[in-house]
């Protein structure tokens, strides 16, 4: 199997996980800021997590690599926040 054929084997990120547009929607701008993560319940958010993380294994552009990563270290900060106050 050729490089190029695994790149046109994989999933394209869209099809996972969709990187919010703020100028959608109202919930894709809270989402697009992080501000919805303390909704989530725990298991909703060990969930984004594992979600951010798979998605981060795959090619992405490089705007949304960047939310990405930013949601990855918003996840975790909220998960280190709740495991403080319990």
């Known amino acids: 199997m050729t490089v190029h054929t695994r790149l046109l084997m994989q999933p394209k ?6 990187v919010p547009d703020p ?13 919805d993560l303390s909704d989530l319940d725990d298991f909703a958010l060990w969930q984004e997590d594992r ?3 798979l998605v981060l294994t795959l090619p992405t552009s490089v ?8 949601r990855r270290v918003a996840v975790r900060r909220e998960q280190r926040a709740r495991r403080s106050v319990a």
């Open 13 to 18: 990120i869209s099809t996972i996980y969709l």
């Open 23 to 35: 100028l959608e929607s109202h919930e894709q701008a809270i989402k697009f800021d992080h501000l």
């Open 51 to 53: 979600r951010v993380e």
């Open 63 to 70: 705007s949304d690599r960047r939310w990405l990563l930013e």
